[in-house]
């Protein structure tokens, strides 16, 4: 017997599935999700160093100020901070849904053209903003580690954090349901929702 048998004869390594475990993957969360969030709140204090924010958007290697460029909308939370909302829709390359030939292209590039109309004609001042925190607290229950209630979500984000966090899951969340509405797979086209504002 050759130790190729011996793999193929022998039963996958397991994890073992005990406390350790499910503190060493609630680590690698959160530590992933800090990241996920750390940069923005860093860019938020540089700008805010400078004094006067001027956002710049890379499209294609070219930098522009933004106001220049479609799916920048500036806006304002409760609290009066100048915030600026950053929209932007491609056709995703690779994955579930991806193109696999030239009909399923022309259908993707048309659901990359609806998703950019309706990125376009974005109202956020149209958005209940208390309704949108309610949504977006009720997202985060779901899907953070460890399930927080929402009363520790609200000792953790309130105020402009909340306002903004709760903006982008709406935004990304109207632009899925417009493009299914109207007949086209919003997985075939990748959104990009981020913010920056004055601080």
């Known amino acids: 017997m050759d130790f190729d048998d011996l793999l193929t004869r022998s039963a996958p390594p397991l994890a073992a599935r005990d406390t ?20 923005r709140v860093h860019r938020r204090r540089a700008l805010a160093v400078v004094g006067t924010v001027v956002p710049i958007v890379l499209v294609g290697g ?13 806006f304002s939370t ?31 590039q048309a659901a990359v053209a609806a ?15 208390a309704a949108a925190a309610d949504r977006w607290f009720d997202h985060m229950e779901r899907v953070s ?10 000792e953790e ?10 903006i982008l899951f709406v935004v990304d969340g109207e632009v899925h349901d417009y493009l299914d509405t109207h007949g086209y797979d919003p997985a075939s086209v990748v959104t990009t929702v981020a913010s920056e504002c004055d601080q």
């Open 115 to 129: 998703a950019r109309d309706f990125v376009n004609a974005l109202d956020l001042s149209a958005i209940d903003r």
């Open 62 to 74: 070219v930098a522009a100020a933004s106001g220049v460029l479609p799916g920048i909308f500036p």
């Open 20 to 39: 350790a475990f499910a503190q060493a993957v609630e680590d690698v969360v959160r530590e992933t999700e800090e990241a996920a969030l750390g940069p």
């Open 157 to 166: 984000f309130q105020g402009d954090d909340l306002e903004v966090h709760s």
């Open 145 to 154: 580690v460890g399930h927080p209630t929402r009363a520790e979500l609200r």
């Open 78 to 108: 409760s609290a009066g901070t100048g915030c600026r909302l950053h929209v932007s829709v491609e056709p995703r390359e690779d994955g579930r849904g991806a193109p696999d030939d030239g009909a399923e292209a022309s259908t993707q």
